[in-house]
């Protein structure tokens, strides 16, 4: 077969390389030049020798080092194959970290827009709220003065095994009931939210999936501080007394960190709501 | 809220990284200890730091160096939702460019499994084949003289931009005649071989997407020199001729590398078809 000869600016177009790419392929014997012409040096290419780039391309775009394409360009036939099964299923396992880093920015976001979404702090309203899916676990003496510890961590840990990575807060839940202060609260569940009320048969005995039910509920947002968290709670029950509402359910604490930095001061907004029926 | 000091040794289990890294972490700035012992220079953290790494751990995950990460954490809640929004689609086109790279791997798996298929070379055998697609296009004056020119590298453009990358041979079509040499013989078709059939809107009139059919096939597979392409090709017409086949197509010849390797002489398994009835 007679060949066309490409200069090695027309090889770079045809091949979606860089000129300077090319010459670091031919140095380092990855990829040469059909001809080079003995008086000027000029690289010349065959068109024939694209099917090279089949190899050389997909393996470089995962990041395969260019010594070990090298390599893999002198196996036999088996052993190729082999090499290239391995590829393949490390490339699965960086699509799956990335898809789990992506959900997660994701939620990152969402819970951006969440803390957007109070215009009005320390005042109860009430309004309609769908439906939310959270895993829960039972809090066994863990009361408002200790509710951040480590549980968190195990919930998180769940809910990755579950549906990927989730960082839209934590939450926790406690009964409605006349306390005589924030020391009595004893948190019945710790809760994280999560994507999809799917149950896994795979879950441990001890934690649940379940759903925060859609209704109307009274709620009040509030940025965290050890007072704030009583004086909200207080407006939540002065306003459910005067307005005679009926309670329908728990009282569900959400925290949400109102900004990433280790250089600030730890922040958050506390969303507290109960559901009820009037 | 009372917390629980957890060692860097907890801590980096909890928060699954290495001691190491948590080390750098707080030399960086990034991701500190609460409190750190003045006796000791133990360093001790709290659990609610750990939604700090709700934001570091994905990025990080896809390579956003960590002063980048550093600098993302002291952002305003408009400016954090701007950068993670670039991020997002930053990691969804890392995910393309792996799954086309897995894609192109694996069709270099099938050309592999395909050239070892062919345990008899240089005889002409009849068999049932199955239905393929392909992409074409017309072959104005190309010979067995000048195939390899640049139109495949035009047809793999438009393979790679229907159906991400396909590296499965190189094929051409002629009509079946008694030719006086391989001189003669002139190109009807360039093809490769893709995925799929389906007809995109998009495709430049130049090219189209077929199959070659299924069916009976007279069939010969000969490692390429240009000897053996004419010798081949006699082997073919005396089998039709001697055993009254008749002809249902024009011939397909597909070429397939045998190696990947720059140095070694290029070398090619080509396979001669067409369909017969008898």
Redesign the interface.
Not at 104 to 109: A, R
Not at 259 to 264: G, T
């Given at each position: 077969?007679?060949?066309?000869l490409?200069s090695i600016g027309e090889m770079a177009k045809?091949a979606n390389l860089s000129v300077k790419t090319l010459r670091y392929y031919d140095q380092i014997?990855?990829?040469?030049p059909a001809y080079v012409d003995p008086k000027t040096n000029y690289r010349y290419y065959?068109?024939?020798?694209?099917?090279?780039l089949?190899?050389i391309?997909?393996?470089k775009?995962?990041n395969t080092p260019l010594q070990e394409i090298k390599l893999?360009?002198?196996l036999s036939?088996n052993e190729?194959?082999d090499f290239?099964?391995r590829?393949?299923l490390k490339?699965?396992q960086?699509?799956k970290?990335?898809?789990?880093?992506?959900k997660?920015?994701?939620?990152?976001?969402k819970n951006?827009?969440f803390?957007?979404r109070y215009t009005e702090l320390n005042k109860v309203i009430i309004q309609e709220e769908g439906e939310s899916c959270i895993v829960q676990m039972r809090a066994e003496g863990i009361s408002?003065?200790?509710?951040?510890?480590?549980s968190?961590?195990q919930l998180?840990r769940i809910s990755e095994a579950t549906d990927g990575?989730l960082?839209n807060g934590?939450g926790a839940t406690f009964s409605f009931q006349n306390y005589a202060s924030a020391e009595d609260i004893l948190y019945r569940h710790l809760f994280i939210p999560v994507l999809t009320n799917k149950q896994t048969a795979s879950l441990p005995t001890e934690f649940e999936i379940t759903t925060i039910p859609a209704g109307k509920y009274a709620l009040i947002v509030y940025e965290f501080n050890?007072e704030a968290y009583w004086e909200s709670y207080s407006k939540l029950v002065d306003t459910i007394v005067q307005q005679q509402f009926t309670v329908l359910s728990d009282v569900y604490e959400l925290f949400m960190?109102i900004?990433?930095?280790?250089?600030?001061p730890?922040s958050y907004l506390v969303e507290m709501k109960i559901r009820i029926f009037n």
């Open positions: 077969m007679e060949e066309d490409y045809l014997g990855l990829f040469k065959v068109d024939s020798q694209l099917f090279q089949d190899l391309q997909p393996l775009a995962v893999a360009q002198d036939s190729l194959y290239l099964s590829q393949e490339i699965q960086q699509i970290v990335l898809q789990d880093a992506e997660s920015l994701s939620h990152v976001k951006i827009c803390s957007e408002t003065q200790n509710v951040m510890t480590k968190y961590s998180k990575f960082n934590y050890p960190p900004h990433y930095s280790p250089r600030k730890e």
